[in-house]
């Protein structure tokens, strides 16, 4: 009975890496490495998300001028750099049939597409930003290449997806939700840079765009991006990309509504923190 039963977890385990990860047979040690990489992450995600319930984010509005830091945009460029770069170098020198997938073009060109805009573009429209703490840049930096390799050894190397799933339904919900998610993302980012006038200091209420139901817009609008990238991937290196990213974000939204509230008596009381009449 007993020998019975660790066969049966054993076929069980080894057939939901297979359902999640999409990979072939004849891949090597390396398939593992990413696997248990990946559940790394989402235990990673469960403990930022039990520290932040006691902890904000040692930055912006709940940073201390006591801590070393660095200009905001170099910070984010240094910090966010290897999200970008780390994909692209893989790219160059995968060898595997892959890199030849238009589905794993499409995502590839996907998470490039964010991380372009978040390493090259959001830093420089920065305005009146605090500077960023050296341990929160190094923390931001380990993150992004420990990702940036995590998804883009995956995609290029290892993923194989049928023909048909890049028409496949699962495919094209996840492709919209994660332009939609980065649409919300952006613009509410841009929302938040033009609060202040030129020379004006202090904080104000954010309105417009989904700000009107949400205190932190622009958290909800990165999650539903990297949801709608994991539900297009279909791998556990996707998904839990997800689970850290909502585990990271929705507590500091969470905390910024809580700042808004204590900050101004008029604040809107049917605004929610995270996600629009939900939480």
Request: aromatic letters at 16%; glycine letters at 6%.
């Amino acid at each position: 009975m007993i020998i019975m039963s660790s066969i049966r977890a054993i076929q069980l385990k080894s057939t939901i890496r297979e359902m999640w990860m999409n990979f072939p047979e004849s891949s090597t040690a390396e398939v593992e490495i990413l696997y248990n990489l990946a559940l790394l992450m989402a235990g990673s995600a469960v403990i930022v998300l039990v520290l932040l319930q006691f902890l904000k984010s040692p930055y912006g509005r709940y940073g201390s001028p006591k801590i070393i830091g660095l200009h905001p945009k170099v910070a984010w460029v240094l910090q966010e750099l290897p999200s970008f770069a780390v994909p692209v170098v893989l790219m160059m020198y995968a060898t595997s049939n892959s890199i030849q997938c238009t589905t794993n073009r499409i995502l590839l060109a996907m998470f490039l597409l964010h991380y372009f805009q978040r390493t090259f573009i959001f830093p420089m429209l920065l305005r009146g930003a605090k500077e960023t703490p050296l341990g929160t840049m190094f923390l931001a930096l380990v993150f992004c290449l420990y990702n940036g390799y995590l998804q883009g050894r995956t995609l290029t190397q290892y993923a194989v997806y049928q023909e048909d799933w890049l028409y496949s339904p699962t495919f094209i919900l996840g492709c919209t939700s994660f332009f939609v998610g980065m649409a919300i993302n952006i613009h509410s980012d841009h929302i938040l840079r033009n609060l202040r006038k030129p020379g004006e200091t202090g904080y104000k209420i954010p309105k417009g765009g989904l700000f009107d139901y949400v205190s932190g817009a622009n958290f909800f609008g990165e999650t539903l991006e990297w949801l709608g990238w994991a539900i297009a991937c279909n791998t556990v290196q996707g998904y839990a990309f997800f689970m850290f990213t909502i585990c990271n974000v929705g507590p500091r939204a969470v905390h910024h509504h809580s700042f808004y509230k204590k900050k101004f008596e008029d604040y809107p009381k049917d605004r929610k923190a995270f996600i629009p009449f939900v939480l």
